[in-house]
Structure formats: C-alpha cells, structure tokens
C-alpha cells in the first residue's frame, strides 16, 4: 500500500497544514521514496501524524536517522546519568516519571523545568542552529487533557500586514531557555549548565530552505531583539505570538498510544496542555533532528 | 435628559447618551450609571471635551479616589498632573514626548499586559474612568475583556478548582514579565505582593468573575510554575476574542470600567506621536482575601 497523507487542518486559504499519513509501517527500514513522501509531506504539511505505530526507542532513533542527524536533549546534557530514566540522551523524556517509573511529586525540579513546555516554542531554537524535524512517540496517554498543539508559522506570517512584515524582516532576536523558564518564575539549572543558557541569536523571519516560504520564527526561548529596549521587545513578540497562535493557525492533537507526530520546528510551534500529572501517566518520547544552518551569522555575532 | 445606552458588544459594554459631564452630574444619574456599570461593565461617553477638575468631579460621584502617587515609579515634582490622576500618557513633565528608552515609558508597556487596575492593592480598585485627549492615529486601542463571561465559561471541574484559590499580585511581577526589573530598592517596598481571590462576587449584582491579572506571580499553596502556568492558561481562556471589546478611541472619549468583572489592556501604537490619556480610578472599599500577617 502506497503512502497516502490526508489534510487534518482545512483552512479558507486552501494552504494545507497537519496531515495524516497511512500505508507505512515505521518500524521497519524505509525506501528511498517512502523517505522522500514523508520529507515532501512534511513540506506541505509541516505536522505529520501517523496513527497505530508501535515503536521501541531504537526503532524510533533508526526512523528518525532518515531524516538526518540526532539531536541530543538539553535537560540529558544538564542531567546527571543516574538521575535520567532513558539510557540515551538522543531521546527526550517527554514524561512525568522519575528515573524508577514513579509519579513525579507536584514540587519536583524537574517537574517545573518541564512546565516551560506549556508555553509555545519551537525545539532547540535556544541553540545556534535549531532544531529540523522533531518526532515524538505516545507510549502512554492520560485519560484527559494532555493534548500537544502546533501553530502553523507560515500563515501566521502571511496573514500579517505589509508594514508590520516589513518592520520584522531583518529583527534579530535572542533565545535561551533561561528566558522561558524565567517566565514561569523556575531559574534553577544546577551548577555547570551556565554555558548552555548563554542566549543565540536568530532572524524573527526565516525562508524554509525547500518552499522558500516565509515563517515566523518565534518561541517562549525569546529574550529580547538586537537594538530594542527589553520590555518593549517582549511586549512586541508576546503580540506576534498572541497573532501567531490565534485559533484559526492552531491544531490540537489528542494522542492517542503508539501515535507518532513529526513536526517542522522551522514552520511550526507547538505547546502541551495541562493533563492531571499527578494521578495520570503521560510517557511521550522525542527524538529532533539537528537543522542544517544557522538563521543568523553566529560568526558575526560573536565577533561583536 | 435620560441616560440612554447602546449595547457595543454582544457580552458586555455599552455607549451612554443623555449625559454631559462637562456639567454637574445629578446623584439620581450616577446611581444610574453605577446601575449600568453592574450590567455592562464598560461604559463609553462621547465627545466629552472635560476638564481635569470635570473628570475629578465626576470620577467622585462613584466614592473617594485611589491617589496614585506611591504606587508608581514617577516621583513628586516629576508629574504632568493633579495626584488623583494616573498619568497615561507618553509625555513628561514638560510635555515632550518620552524617549525612547525612557524608565518610565518601559515601565508603562506593563499596560500591554492584561491586567486588572490596582490588583496589586490590598483594596483594590472599584472603577478606572479614562479620558483621552489626545488619541493615536494608529493602534492605542484600549481592549476589556469580560471576567463574568469568562467564569461562566469555565467547565465545572474548573470552577470546582478555581472557587477558593488565592492569589499573590505586585507590579514587580507583570514588569518582570517584559524583563523590566530596574526598580530601586524603596520602588520594590512599595509593590510588596498583596493577597487576592481568583474568583470574585460582585457586591451589586452578585455574578462571579475571574479576578486575573498580569500583577499575578504566585498562588497560595501552588509551586509557583505550576501557578504561572496555569494562570496563563486561564487569562487565554479569559481573553478569547468573544469575551473581548475593543475599544477604538476618538477624541474626548471618556470610558468607565468596573475592575472588579474586566480586564483590560492598550495596543501598541507609535510612540513617537502623543497619546495624552487621563485616568481617574475610584477607591474599592474591601479586600477580597485576609492579608498575609508576616508580610
């Protein structure tokens, strides 16, 4: 059975976003053309889901190898190996379990670390080159609530008017994830992680490298634009953001066990809602695809 | 001449004729508009061309005035106006127009944030009465968002939850929000976090509303991420486009606001014009939740 991808997000502008992908089983090896349906999906679509796939951890790093390189996960890096539930840092831990597979207590750091994930981001963009694709496997879902919603960058941009496109063409803003933490009053990384809460810069506009369509970078991780005065510049983004997020840009995923979702960082935000995380299991795990290239002359940047 | 009113929005705010509070106002008119105030929540007179001592007369009719010096940055001799009034303008002193990385003006885009007028106060405000003498052309809408609606919104899980939360409001924490945190020492003693309930019952006319506010930093017995994050969740619930009016100013607009059952905010505008904004906000009587005794 051929690969076949069904739009799951109509929109008035006829610009497909959110798609769901049959005829393919991910656990085993891919062709070369299955490869190429799902990269040429991912460009139109941006947000694939693929329903029924029951993956172990190596087969879900196997499949997301076709797609390039692994990235490895910030809280991994800033964790000690006895204190981490997955043996490989490739793989975030996108739970509410501790290292032994108990419930997470409701004031536990690493509980309030993960919170920053209810705000809208996209993965790794407090790196100098975010993060491409992200993947991410439902193992166990809880009963309510829990759902992960994406935004679609590209019609948000679009729908802007002309002269706020042109002001935002060339910003360049700061990301860390210092700053969304902050947001959220959580600032406790633990001695040794400085280095990896040093802020990078990106362009606020970013050209898909295939589509050369046009997509607002933004993301909880941002900190300020190079040349504005702080609030002014947060004011600024938390309005995109507000735009960028708006119902009609905004699709709901509700897991279901053994649903796969890949997504776009370069075209998309995302964000989970709250589930009662401290009665119900959520076991979700991700994997991220390192991106090909900076949105901005880190060289430059730090040559100032 | 009666007091007319046009509904402006499908859930709340209204416009109100039949008035001129360039003259006196009798008492049975403002126990009027105190009535309307209990329905609508917003209220918008046009074409009001007052003076300062106008809007001060008026703005009492409603009870004492909150006065606002102390509860901001701007200092004594450094006031365009009369003490009673907020200064929601982007002028200084001198009239000129606030650089752009002018203290003040940095601290003033907390307005962007939505936000409830002196939360931040044990007694907080009962009503904000803003005139506007000089508009922006482009952007500087004020937009309400209508608390009432919002909680009778809520899934009853939610309200469940929500019924007896208490939570902690200071300016320094909706400043921190857009990472404004150059206060001095004296500045930070008088934002110390006052105690407010999430959920309100209007003494008028008994409805509940959400008691949101971007001066919210923390929830009484909540760790303070999970209390901020949930809190951002319920202000998005709250500000959902069907419970928002927004209002598009012209000049010598003056709009009354119930803090109690809205929220509000400003758009963004070009600050390199004059928006000369004047704010009367009338005293509340009671306090929402017991102090903290240590604090």
Redesign the interface.
């Known amino acids: 059975m051929p690969i076949s991808i069904r739009p799951l997000h109509p929109r008035p502008d006829g610009l497909p976003f959110v798609g769901e992908v049959t005829g393919i089983d991910v656990s085993r090896p891919l062709t070369g053309d299955e490869v190429a349906a799902i990269e040429a999906g991912m460009d139109r679509h941006a947000v694939l889901v693929v329903r029924d796939q029951p993956l172990t951890d190596e087969q879900q790093c196997v499949f997301s190898r076709n797609f390039g390189e692994l990235e490895v996960t910030l809280i991994g890096q800033m964790t000690r190996p006895e204190d981490r539930r997955l043996a490989s840092i490739e793989l975030g831990d996108i739970s509410n379990l501790d290292p032994k597979g108990g419930l997470r207590a409701?004031?536990d750091g690493r509980r309030?670390y993960a919170?920053?994930n209810?705000?809208w981001h996209s993965d790794a963009s407090f790196r100098a080159v975010g993060a491409g694709y992200s993947l991410l496997s439902a193992r166990v879902v809880p009963g309510r609530g829990g759902n992960t919603e994406f935004a679609d960058m590209r019609a948000a941009y679009d729908a802007l008017d002309n002269a706020t496109k042109a002001e935002i063409e060339d910003l360049v803003t700061e990301h860390s994830i210092a700053f969304s933490?902050?947001?959220?009053?959580?600032d406790n990384y633990g001695p040794g992680n400085e280095d990896k809460i040093r802020p990078v810069r990106h362009r606020l506009v970013r050209t898909h490298p295939v589509t050369g369509r046009k997509s607002l970078y933004l993301s909880a991780h941002i900190?300020?634009i190079i040349g504005w005065?702080?609030?002014?510049?947060?004011?600024?983004i938390?309005?995109l953001t507000e735009h960028a997020t708006q119902p009609d840009f905004v699709h709901a995923h509700v897991w279901r066990v053994n649903d796969l979702v890949i997504w776009d960082n370069r075209t998309t935000m995302h964000r989970a809602?709250?589930y009662n995380d401290l009665r119900d299991v959520r076991d979700l795990r991700r994997t991220s695809i390192k991106g090909a290239g900076p949105t901005f002359a880190q060289v430059l940047a730090a040559a100032e | 001449m009666a007091l007319t009113l046009h509904p402006l929005h499908p859930v709340f705010a209204a416009e109100v004729g039949g008035v001129d509070l360039t003259q006196p106002v009798a008492p049975e008119t403002i126990a009027a508009i105190e009535a309307a105030a209990a329905v609508h929540a917003v209220l918008v007179f046009r074409d009001q061309r007052i003076t300062d001592d106008q809007q001060l007369d008026f703005s009492r009719g409603f009870g004492a005035l909150e006065e606002t010096r102390g509860t901001g940055i701007s200092k004594p001799g450094e006031q365009r106006l009369h003490p009673a009034f907020a200064d929601v303008s982007n002028l200084d002193i001198n009239n000129t127009i606030l650089a752009r990385d002018n203290r003040r003006r940095l601290y003033s885009l907390g307005n962007m944030l939505w936000h409830s007028d002196s939360s931040f106060k044990a007694v907080p405000a009962k009503y904000s009465l803003l005139s506007g003498r000089v508009v922006a052309d482009r952007g500087g809408d004020t937009e309400f968002a209508d608390m009432r609606a919002a909680y009778d919104a809520l899934d009853d899980a939610t309200k469940a939850e929500v019924e007896d939360l208490v939570c902690e409001h200071s300016l320094i924490y909706s400043r921190e929000t857009l990472g404004f945190d150059d206060l001095t020492e004296a500045e930070r003693a008088t934002m110390r976090p006052v105690r407010q309930r999430l959920v309100r019952t209007h003494p008028a006319s008994g409805s509940k509303s959400l008691y949101l506010a971007s001066h919210i930093g923390k929830m009484i017995g909540w760790p303070v991420p999970e209390a901020r994050a949930f809190i951002r969740d319920l202000t998005e619930h709250a500000t959902q486009r069907r419970f928002v009016y927004a209002h598009h100013w012209r000049p010598f607009d003056l709009v009354l606001w119930d803090n109690r059952t809205t929220m509000h905010r400003v758009r963004r505008y070009d600050a390199t014009q004059v928006r000369d904004m004047r704010r009367t906000t009338v005293a509340g009587t009671a306090e929402t939740a017991a102090q903290d005794a240590a604090a």
């Open positions: 409701r004031d309030m919170l920053g209810r705000l933490r902050a947001q959220l009053g959580f900190g300020g005065p702080v609030p002014e510049a947060l004011g600024f938390r309005d809602r709250r």
